[in-house]
């Protein structure tokens, strides 16, 4: 099912699967700001993180002395959300635990994601509450892409990421098989703020920093279009397009966690970064997406 919510400045169409948004469009000009999903190059569009964000070594954790299996960025986006609250321009789509779920994940919780419409401002609330007798353990992301070029005359490597502010960024070093091997290094930005797009630098995967400034923007020289990410309470921001390909999209990811360690099998109650929650208690993480 696809469900819309509007304003003056926007048109945004999300799916119950996932609660995946599918469609960003500026109602002025008709501008499409989301990755339509080609899968030449990748068949998602903005996938919501829930309960890991990347990977897990050898797909697999454990938890209280038995084994689960966990497909890439856990199973969220691959379940149906049911609507629980809209109007013209908000909606608030919830998944609950179910059969299929607590076999890979032994929890009972609700996980809502609220999108709501401000202006040209989206703003995506990520919210959990652990339904269960037990601690519950759990790290939430957002996968959104976007086209790129925003607009006619404009090439791919014409872009460029600006952080707000100068920041000593570092980038989460991954290995070849893309798992996190517990370090970071200094990355350069230009001016300590600056990164300009080129298709090779996803070569080896995603770029994924740590101590940078909490707000960037994607834009051109001389572009009339732009995507600013806001993500205050989110320590990792990620970039990425598939692989050694010309993809004419980019991802910006704010996470909360990271993929597993390589070489090791994770129990879940010691991997990090995650969150924890007590029973009854409840998590919220808002980012914000700008259109410019």
Known sequence: MIYIIENDKL??????MGAELQSIRRIEDDTEYLWQGDPTYWAGRAANLFPICG????????FEGNTYEMNLHGFARHQEFE???????AITLRLTE???TLAIYPFRFTFDIAYTLSGEDL?????????????MYFAVGGHPGFNLPLEEGKAFEDYFVEFDEACDAKRICFSDTCFYVEKAEPFALEDGKVLHMRHDLFDRDAIFLQDTAKTVTLQCEGGKRAVRVSYPDMPYVGLWHAPKTDAPYVCIEPWTGLPSVDGKVDDLATKTPMHTLEPQEVYRNVYKISFL
């Open 98 to 100: 179910n059969a299929e």
């Open 123 to 135: 703003s995506i609330a990520l919210i959990v509450r652990n339904l269960d007798d037990k601690t």
């Open 55 to 62: 990977r897990l070594f050898t797909g697999k954790y454990t």
């Open 11 to 16: 048109k945004i169409k999300i799916s119950s």
């Open 83 to 89: 609507v629980i609250r809209q109007d013209t321009a």
